[in-house]
């Protein structure tokens, strides 16, 4: 901490004394309630569930994550070209029955970022998963 003398420093964040802190009991709390763990149980959850919804619909070109971090890619149906539009109407549909995403990332704008909280139970990931799944129907079929 006094490597370097006060207005030297090229960063805000580097070696801030309240930083470290934050990111220490945030590195406590994963250990001790076993977050990661979850994230490890969770994940075959998750590649299930999204990959039941890639089999019924053609607009999800592919699914990839692991644990707790995944990528639902759509596409415009019968290609693999990237549908940063429909990627975003359903972003809005599922915001609107209550399920919050980033905007849609990646290649086109067309991947829906599926990252719960490392927290989250399997209830809460099968009932996200299926408020994505009615989303993308609704969306398509022009509900």
Same mark, same amino acid.
């Given at each position: 901490?006094?490597?370097?003398?006060?207005?030297?420093?090229?960063? #805000?964040? #580097?070696?801030?004394?309240?930083?470290?802190?934050?990111?220490?009991?945030?590195?406590?709390?994963?250990?001790?309630?076993?977050?990661?763990?979850?994230?490890?149980?969770?994940?075959?959850?998750?590649?299930?569930?999204?990959?039941?919804?890639?089999?019924?619909?053609?607009?999800?070109?592919?699914?990839?994550?692991?644990?707790?971090?995944?990528?639902?890619?759509?596409?415009?149906?019968?290609?693999?070209?990237?549908?940063?539009?429909?990627?975003?109407?359903? #972003?809005?549909?599922?915001?609107?029955?209550?399920?919050?995403?980033?905007?849609?990332?990646?290649?086109?704008?067309? #991947?829906?970022?599926?990252?719960?909280?490392?927290?989250?139970?399997?209830?809460?990931?099968?009932?996200?998963?299926?408020?994505?799944?009615?989303?993308?129907?609704?969306?398509?079929?022009?509900?």
């Amino acid at each position: 901490m006094d490597l370097y003398e006060p207005g030297t420093m090229t960063s #805000t964040h #580097t070696g801030n004394p309240l930083c470290c802190a934050a990111a220490l009991a945030n590195i406590t709390a994963i250990e001790k309630e076993k977050l990661t763990e979850n994230a490890a149980k969770m994940g075959p959850v998750f590649e299930r569930e999204l990959g039941k919804i890639k089999q019924r619909f053609p607009q999800v070109g592919f699914v990839l994550g692991k644990g707790m971090v995944w990528g639902v890619h759509i596409v415009r149906k019968g290609t693999t070209e990237p549908d940063g539009d429909l990627a975003f109407d359903i #972003t809005t549909r599922c915001m609107e029955k209550g399920l919050l995403f980033f905007a849609p990332v990646g290649l086109g704008g067309a #991947t829906l970022k599926v990252s719960p909280p490392l927290t989250a139970a399997k209830d809460a990931i099968m009932e996200g998963c299926g408020v994505l799944e009615e989303a993308i129907e609704e969306v398509v079929s022009g509900f």
